[in-house]
């Protein structure tokens, strides 16, 4: 499980994501196109 947490003023916002197929050790990583996508949608 991945989590990104990002604040912009007021506003918290909170990114989970689960990798099943991953292998535990792992480094994994949300693609920025999807980050920035939502950090885009809170203004």
Known sequence: MK???ARKGATLAYFPAVFPESKQG???T???EFVMAQ???IG
């Open 3 to 5: 989590i990104t947490v």
């Open 26 to 28: 792992r480094d994994l």
């Open 30 to 32: 949300l693609p920025e």
């Open 39 to 41: 950090l885009g949608k």
